[in-house]
């Protein structure tokens, strides 16, 4: 640690495992004051936290993808030159950034990661019950918008795919896990960044960030940032475009309190992908380009197919700010408000109509936390998560339109139309760590309190096309049956962890958390109101469909090993989990003909084997990799609500989830050349519960190279890069939807985008 900081590689992962300024003594001021910079907590030099089952510091090492300092067990970092290599020439979706991780399978037909229509797999679980942070805390929402952040700005992401700490664990949901993005906050040293790609369908993006540095001995610092970017659809007709403007501020004030605020603005607009059936994924060479109709027949029911009625478009405003009060030495103070407005509007082909569901959200909350650090090796965490917001989900207000025989859209009617109250979320949380000698401890609990609304659906018979409030203006009849009572869901979220040095090279560590995640009120609700008729004549009210919906609780336990000696570095990693009052959506032909509901009788387990790895030859070649060995199957049969047959799922293998995968790569960097290139193998995975619907597995190679010209012209770094994407053009299923939660019916399936070839030259100044 002592190593001059100029020569440190751009991620040091120290004894929290948390990236950290190297020059922890204060920087000097204009005035040649030192600024007690380390006890602010800025977007880089984040505050004091608990260590997290880490002992001596590391450094990361420059050519490193996947972070391999001692963590807790089921836990990753992608560096920023993972980020890099891994988040796609867009650099834009967090998800894709992931692949390396293992356990974790991600899916999209876009080879850029724009488009929303993606999933991620982690340990059995799909994306509907993940928490995804921002610095900590669930700054985007649970439907609409896109991705917030251009990945140029994010320095790390953390993956827990095992216990989490509570004060990292905030969310409405995180019984599949936690993905954190951490911001790159502005630099002290002013400069310009720049990236300008191009690359196969007419893809381009453009990104600019400009840093003020150090404007004052006060210690302001601020950023700026633009990009845009579009792409075609490779499979069909549309295109997407995205543009996004982010900035960040870093103010001190005195030497105690600092103050960092993030602000982003993101609009997207683009044409979704069309999914295949089993049938046309079982032939992929003749549906591989299968999508929506390019030209209108003038016949309703094959016109709702037509690619421009099948799109999404979304504008997000969003902003969280920290304000840090360093009251003593190691004692701090946080406040992190936060707020994510939506404006998204989805219009898609729904049976002989084209659906039309409008998303606009406000979501506000904010944390507050004491965090302290003790001479003696005791870290503690104390806080309290708010959080307020409007639905959807679910829906308030969904219309259906059917077209007309000069293409345009008839309204035909409201499909639902209801008011909802705002959901709440109440959670105290604390987190206690200490070290004994080559011992180190941690433990904490939150108690996870979600208020679910008191929700109202209308008749809407006879009303005309219009806005949400136009309708209720109307003052329309409230269905009796579909009102739901105000409920509070409530869980105590426990987590604890040990790790213990044998010597400086191997040590062995233990972790168990319980996680959450929140009931499904939307489909319930949607499934209720579009069958109304079928329900009532059973005796089921909306209210007893709803009560039937328990919180999902999931209960994680890892044990790992880790040998970091001469280069090598080698983790295995065995897990295990369970879950409870898991959520299920099945059809019930006891109620009606595909009539389906979500209720909360299923239950699973997961075990299995992880292992990361890396080797690095010198300080210029090292390979690395990961694997995943896991059984991940439903504990029982399913029943049904109103008594029909069994749904037969004990131990078959819970979809879009592989027994099998592998991932390896390698970096060679020397005189400005950086060579990557990396392969992943994912097994087989079935589209439905009852394990009928088999996709192969297949194996994709990507290439990244890149070379600094900047020496050459005396400038900071100018880096031209050449990045291709399944390098040998394998035709392959990417996507599998649903995930673990819909045993309704069979899957829907979308293939991996064919060989994408990306151009791009950066330079920072």
């Given at each position: 640690m002592?190593?001059?900081s100029?020569?440190?590689?751009?991620v040091?992962v120290?004894?929290d495992g948390q990236p950290?300024?190297?020059?922890?003594?204060?920087?000097?001021?204009?005035?040649?004051r030192?600024?007690?910079?380390s006890r602010?907590?800025?977007?880089?030099?984040?505050?004091p936290?608990?260590q997290q089952?880490?002992?001596a510091?590391?450094?990361?090492?420059q050519?490193?993808?996947?972070s391999?300092?001692p963590?807790?067990?089921?836990?990753s970092?992608?560096s920023?030159?993972?980020?890099?290599i891994?988040g796609?020439?867009?650099?834009?979706?967090?998800?894709?950034?992931?692949?390396?991780v293992p356990?974790?399978?991600?899916?999209?037909p876009?080879?850029y990661?724009?488009?929303?229509t993606?999933n991620i797999?982690?340990?059995?679980?799909g994306?509907?019950?993940?928490?995804?942070n921002?610095?900590?805390v669930p700054l985007?929402g649970i439907v609409?918008?896109?991705?917030?952040?251009?990945?140029?700005n994010i320095?790390?992401?953390?993956i827990?795919r095992?216990?989490?700490p509570?004060?990292?664990?905030l969310?409405?949901?995180?019984?599949?896990?936690v993905?954190n993005?951490?911001i790159?906050?502005?630099q002290?040293?002013?400069?310009?960044t720049?990236r300008?790609?191009f690359?196969s369908?007419d893809?381009?993006?453009?990104?600019?960030?400009?840093?003020?540095?150090?404007?004052n001995?006060?210690?302001?610092?601020a950023?700026i940032?633009?990009?845009n970017?579009?792409?075609?659809?490779?499979?069909?007709a549309?295109d997407?475009?995205?543009q996004?403007?982010?900035f960040?501020?870093n103010q001190n004030?005195?030497?105690?309190?600092?103050?960092?605020?993030?602000?982003?603005?993101?609009?997207?607009?683009?044409?979704?992908?069309?999914?295949?059936?089993?049938?046309?994924?079982?032939?992929?060479?003749?549906?591989?380009r299968f999508?929506?109709?390019?030209?209108?027949t003038?016949?309703?029911?094959?016109?709702?197919?037509y690619?421009k009625?099948n799109q999404i478009?979304?504008?997000?405003?969003a902003?969280?700010?920290?304000?840090?009060?360093?009251?003593?030495?190691?004692q701090h103070l946080?406040?992190?408000p936060?707020?994510?407005?939506n404006?998204t509007?989805?219009?898609?082909?729904?049976?002989n109509?084209?659906q039309i569901?409008r998303?606009?959200?406000d979501?506000?909350?904010?944390?507050f936390e004491y965090?302290?650090?003790?001479p003696?090796g005791?870290?503690?965490?104390a806080?309290?998560?708010?959080?307020?917001?409007?639905?959807p989900p679910?829906?308030?207000d969904?219309?259906r339109?059917t077209v007309n025989?000069?293409?345009g859209?008839?309204?035909s009617?409201w499909?639902?139309?209801?008011?909802?109250?705002n959901?709440?979320?109440?959670?105290?949380?604390?987190?206690?760590s200490?070290?004994?000698?080559?011992t180190?401890l941690t433990g904490?609990l939150?108690?996870m309190?979600?208020?679910a609304?008191q929700m109202s659906?209308?008749?809407?018979?006879?009303?005309?096309d219009?806005t949400?409030?136009?309708?209720?203006?109307l003052?329309?009849?409230v269905?009796p049956?579909a009102?739901l009572?105000a409920r509070?869901?409530?869980?105590w979220?426990p987590n604890?962890?040990?790790?213990?040095?044998?010597?400086?090279?191997l040590?062995v560590?233990?972790?168990?958390g319980?996680?959450?995640?929140r009931?499904?009120w939307?489909?319930?609700?949607s499934n209720?109101?579009?069958?109304?008729?079928a329900?009532?004549?059973k005796g089921?009210t909306l209210?007893?469909?709803?009560?039937?919906?328990r919180?999902?609780?999931a209960d994680?336990f890892?044990a790992?090993l880790?040998?970091?000696?001469?280069?090598?570095?080698?983790?295995?990693t065995l897990?295990?989990?369970?879950h409870q009052?898991?959520?299920?959506k099945?059809?019930?032909?006891?109620?009606?003909?595909?009539?389906?509901?979500?209720?909360?009788t299923?239950?699973?387990?997961?075990y299995?084997f992880?292992?990361?790895?890396?080797y690095?030859?010198d300080d210029?070649?090292?390979v690395?990799?990961?694997a995943?060995l896991?059984?991940?199957?439903?504990?029982?049969?399913?029943?049904t609500?109103?008594g029909?047959a069994l749904?037969?799922?004990k131990?078959?293998?819970?979809?879009?989830?592989?027994?099998?995968?592998?991932?390896s790569?390698?970096t060679y960097?020397?005189?400005?050349l950086?060579?990557?290139?990396?392969?992943?193998y994912?097994?087989?995975?079935?589209?439905?519960a009852?394990?009928l619907?088999?996709?192969?597995?297949?194996?994709v190679?990507?290439?990244?190279?890149?070379?600094?010209?900047g020496?050459?012209?005396?400038?900071?770094s100018l880096t031209a890069?050449?990045?291709?994407?399944?390098i040998?053009?394998?035709?392959?299923?990417?996507q599998?939807?649903?995930s673990d939660?819909?045993l309704s019916?069979g899957?829907?399936?979308?293939?991996?985008?064919?060989?994408?070839?990306?151009?791009?030259?950066?330079a920072k100044f």
């Amino acid at each position: 640690m002592a190593q001059d900081s100029t020569n440190l590689p751009p991620v040091t992962v120290t004894s929290d495992g948390q990236p950290r300024n190297v020059r922890q003594n204060g920087v000097t001021n204009a005035r040649g004051r030192t600024a007690r910079r380390s006890r602010q907590a800025s977007q880089r030099n984040q505050a004091p936290a608990p260590q997290q089952l880490q002992s001596a510091g590391v450094l990361a090492a420059q050519n490193q993808v996947l972070s391999t300092g001692p963590t807790l067990p089921g836990a990753s970092s992608v560096s920023p030159q993972g980020i890099a290599i891994l988040g796609g020439p867009a650099q834009t979706s967090f998800y894709q950034a992931l692949t390396m991780v293992p356990s974790v399978t991600y899916g999209s037909p876009d080879p850029y990661g724009l488009s929303p229509t993606r999933n991620i797999n982690i340990r059995g679980k799909g994306d509907f019950h993940l928490s995804r942070n921002i610095e900590g805390v669930p700054l985007m929402g649970i439907v609409g918008g896109t991705d917030l952040f251009d990945l140029e700005n994010i320095r790390r992401i953390d993956i827990y795919r095992g216990a989490v700490p509570s004060d990292q664990g905030l969310g409405i949901s995180n019984a599949t896990g936690v993905i954190n993005q951490l911001i790159l906050g502005p630099q002290d040293k002013a400069g310009i960044t720049g990236r300008q790609a191009f690359g196969s369908y007419d893809f381009y993006k453009t990104f600019v960030r400009i840093d003020t540095g150090l404007l004052n001995d006060a210690g302001t610092q601020a950023f700026i940032s633009g990009s845009n970017i579009g792409a075609d659809k490779w499979t069909g007709a549309g295109d997407q475009r995205r543009q996004n403007v982010t900035f960040g501020l870093n103010q001190n004030f005195g030497d105690r309190v600092t103050l960092n605020v993030n602000a982003v603005y993101n609009k997207y607009n683009g044409n979704n992908f069309r999914a295949l059936t089993y049938a046309q994924a079982s032939d992929l060479k003749n549906n591989y380009r299968f999508d929506y109709n390019t030209v209108l027949t003038g016949v309703s029911a094959t016109d709702v197919n037509y690619y421009k009625f099948n799109q999404i478009s979304s504008e997000v405003f969003a902003t969280i700010a920290k304000l840090d009060y360093n009251f003593a030495e190691g004692q701090h103070l946080l406040f992190k408000p936060y707020y994510w407005n939506n404006n998204t509007t989805r219009s898609n082909a729904a049976g002989n109509n084209v659906q039309i569901w409008r998303q606009q959200n406000d979501n506000v909350g904010s944390v507050f936390e004491y965090t302290g650090q003790f001479p003696w090796g005791t870290d503690v965490v104390a806080g309290y998560w708010w959080q307020s917001m409007k639905p959807p989900p679910p829906p308030t207000d969904q219309r259906r339109f059917t077209v007309n025989a000069d293409g345009g859209l008839d309204f035909s009617h409201w499909q639902s139309l209801a008011k909802i109250d705002n959901f709440s979320v109440n959670s105290p949380y604390f987190q206690i760590s200490q070290k004994f000698g080559a011992t180190f401890l941690t433990g904490g609990l939150r108690y996870m309190v979600l208020g679910a609304p008191q929700m109202s659906y209308y008749n809407t018979a006879g009303i005309p096309d219009g806005t949400y409030d136009q309708a209720l203006a109307l003052n329309p009849a409230v269905y009796p049956d579909a009102v739901l009572s105000a409920r509070d869901y409530v869980a105590w979220l426990p987590n604890v962890a040990i790790r213990h040095d044998l010597n400086s090279a191997l040590s062995v560590s233990f972790s168990y958390g319980r996680r959450f995640g929140r009931p499904d009120w939307g489909p319930q609700a949607s499934n209720y109101i579009n069958n109304r008729a079928a329900f009532l004549a059973k005796g089921f009210t909306l209210q007893t469909v709803v009560d039937k919906v328990r919180a999902e609780l999931a209960d994680h336990f890892d044990a790992s090993l880790r040998f970091s000696q001469y280069g090598l570095t080698v983790i295995p990693t065995l897990f295990y989990a369970k879950h409870q009052n898991k959520q299920v959506k099945i059809i019930d032909p006891s109620i009606g003909p595909n009539v389906a509901y979500f209720q909360g009788t299923g239950s699973s387990t997961e075990y299995g084997f992880e292992l990361v790895s890396s080797y690095s030859f010198d300080d210029r070649f090292t390979v690395f990799g990961s694997a995943t060995l896991a059984s991940e199957t439903f504990d029982a049969d399913t029943p049904t609500l109103g008594g029909g047959a069994l749904l037969a799922t004990k131990g078959k293998q819970i979809q879009n989830t592989p027994q099998v995968m592998l991932n390896s790569g390698i970096t060679y960097q020397a005189d400005g050349l950086a060579i990557t290139p990396i392969v992943r193998y994912i097994g087989p995975r079935f589209g439905d519960a009852a394990n009928l619907q088999c996709v192969p597995g297949y194996a994709v190679a990507d290439v990244t190279v890149s070379y600094n010209l900047g020496s050459l012209i005396n400038i900071e770094s100018l880096t031209a890069s050449l990045s291709i994407q399944n390098i040998f053009d394998r035709q392959y299923i990417a996507q599998i939807s649903p995930s673990d939660i819909d045993l309704s019916s069979g899957g829907t399936y979308y293939p991996g985008a064919p060989r994408t070839v990306i151009g791009s030259l950066s330079a920072k100044f």
